[in-house]
């Protein structure tokens, strides 16, 4: 119980054949969601430093935000920065985080070898593991040739073998939001065809809006974590709208259904990844 090693809980499920969640807070009542659900549901949970909310509050107050809430709580949970870029990871290590992506994936090929590795140099002096992502994920609606943006598989290879990360963000047909019209079907193919260049757990962002049979297929195929925001926000939305539908009311009510929903949410996202029933006060019943 409390914080958890993330590399211990990827492996288990790999072992395990299922997968992890990591969800983005955006404030207090969000944070409280997150760490509800994994309470309700037993399940370890990554909670996101995502990017929205470094310039809203700043790095070091979204992490002891994170830090303070997930403390008081019973559920096994990792602080995660999610695409941080270049000095952020840096200073995310000195805050105490226990997870980080770092993300090169805008710079040229070798340039985010090149940086990818000095990360995971300072990162696994702590003690921690990096997560990176090859590819490019479009947002939700973007118009894209999917060819140039998906993960090539040699590509793939090299990388992780000259970076020594630890967990890989792939493009697979996945975007960042929910997309309005019919979401590209994820290439699982080239998700096994990763899985076996690379050897290492994979993850997909964007995991909102993906239908259910075929985040099962990805995680069949090497899929151990997955990103989901969107969904979450909507749920946090929907409540918050359906107090105040009903009126002037006050914030705190909204607040409090808009939570109350979250929780719901991302504990059918739990479910959904097969990690439901697998924090370690589980294991101890
Ligand atoms: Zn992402």
Redesign the pocket.
Known sequence: MGQVDPSTVVEQAVEGGYAVGAFNMHNEETTEALVLAAEQARAPVFLQVGRAIVPHMGLRRAYEMTRRVAEASSADYVIHL??GPWEEVFEAIRLGFTSIMYDGAHLPFEENIRTTRKVVEVAHAFGIPVEAELGK?PDADEQVDWASYYTDVAEAERFVDETGVDFL?ISVGIV?GVPLSDPQPLEIQRVKEIKAATGIPLVL??ASGVPSDEVRAAMGAGVHKF?ADTDLRHAFRSGIEAVWSQGDRQLEEALAEGRERMVAATVEKMELYGCAGTASSAAAQ
Request: proline content about 0%.
């Open positions: 999610d695409h994920i963000a960042h962002h964007g990103n």
